[in-house]
């Protein structure tokens, strides 16, 4: 295969509050990242899987139970560091695409529309949504509870960024030894287009929501259905 997937499963779930990396808590009866890579069972690329140190046993029987082949490797401390991570273990392919282990419910369609936009000549794609709040700017952000409200910002002109994105790899390589400053960006399609290159855009699904609070998890959970295991 010419493609590389990169799964970056190495963040701490600080804000799901479970006591333990994200991608390893449990919804309903197996862990978030093994029902990420359930769902990229199908698809045509060759497996990275980026997690925290000391996990990498654990990871490659999650991966066994999934049913998918990957190379384990061990991340950093921004999803940046992770990336990259990942980045020097996707060998040669032509295309990489990145995805959060916590979007654990993307439809494999949504990976195929990447894919595709890339075969079709695309360098660099990304899924997006329409924004369905109604949505201010703040002056000074005190953290919800006392916000200093700046003004509405028009919601037809935004979209919420998913994952997987998807790179042409030799230009996803410039863009991550271009960014000096990378652990600021949670967005890997914005170091590419920080060099000047366009970045195109496919349609995203509500299901490739990122599980990030424990109301992220109980949806999810409802959404799996009981424990599979
Ligand atoms: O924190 P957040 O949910 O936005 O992270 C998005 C994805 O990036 C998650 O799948 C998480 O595991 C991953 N990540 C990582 N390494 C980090 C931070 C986040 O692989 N240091």
Redesign the pocket.
């Known amino acids: 295969t010419d493609t590389a997937l990169i799964v970056?499963?190495?963040?701490?779930g600080t804000r799901l509050g479970r006591g333990m990396?994200?991608?390893f808590a449990l919804v309903a009866g197996a862990p978030i990242l093994e029902h990420a890579l359930r769902g990229l069972a199908a698809v045509d690329a060759r497996l990275v899987v980026?997690v925290p140190a000391g996990l990498e046993a654990d990871a490659s029987a999650i991966a066994e139970r999934a049913g998918v082949a990957a190379r384990v490797v061990v991340?950093?401390?921004?999803?940046a560091?992770?990336v990259a991570a990942g980045l020097d273990a996707a060998g040669d392919a032509r295309w990489v695409l990145v995805h959060?282990?916590?979007r654990a419910l993307t439809p494999p369609a949504q990976v195929e529309r990447v894919i595709a936009a890339l075969r079709e000549g695309a360098s660099a794609v990304v899924p997006v949504l329409p924004v369905v709040d109604t949505v201010r700017s703040v002056e000074a952000a005190r953290q919800s509870d006392g916000d200093v409200l700046g003004p509405i910002v028009d919601r037809a002109a935004l979209r919420a960024m998913q994952t997987p994105q998807g790179f042409d790899a030799q230009l996803l390589r410039r863009a991550y030894a271009a960014a000096d400053a990378r652990g600021a960006s949670?967005d890997d399609a914005q170091l590419v287009q920080a060099l000047g290159e366009p970045v195109a855009a496919v349609r995203g699904d509500e299901l490739a929501f990122?599980i990030?609070t424990p109301a992220d998890a109980d949806r999810a959970e409802s959404l799996l259905g009981p424990a599979i295991r």
């Open positions: 970056v499963a190495a963040g701490s990396p994200k991608a980026v991340g950093g401390e921004t999803r560091d992770s959060d282990a916590a949670t990122k990030t």
